[in-house]
Nanobody, 122 residues
């Protein structure tokens, strides 16, 4: 069974940085996508960054391009989201997710973590 566990969320001042981690286990698919999403109360979940396990260029939401970086450590089975130059509007619950299979796009995630809270203050 796929299990995802986010960590690293914290309260930080605007302009600061945080690195979120997602421990991934139980993923046995040959092809899959890994992604980070975020959500604030009253709004829909927003895709932040996505990578494909067999390569390709990571994709980012326009709002985080140049500030956030998605990466993975295969040996540690961990997905990361390095966030820099944080803004108040980046405050949200952040989730990591896995999409089972791949047919050219990472757009239908099937497994989700419980989330980790990021709060950015001015």
């Amino acid at each position: 069974q796929v299990q995802l566990a986010e960590s690293g969320g914290d309260s930080v001042q605007a302009g600061g940085a945080l690195r979120l981690s997602c421990a991934v286990s139980g993923v046995t698919y040959s092809q899959y996508c890994l992604g980070w999403f975020r959500q604030v109360p009253g709004k829909e979940r927003e895709g932040v960054a996505t990578i494909y396990n067999l390569g390709g260029t990571p994709a980012y939401a326009d709002s985080v391009k140049g500030r956030f970086t998605i990466s993975r450590d295969n040996a540690k089975r961990t997905l990361y989201l390095q966030m820099t130059k944080l803004r108040v509007e980046d405050s949200a619950m952040y989730y990591c997710a896995v999409q089972r299979g791949y047919a050219g796009q990472c757009s239908a995630y099937t497994h989700w973590g419980q989330g980790t809270q990021v709060t950015v203050s001015s």
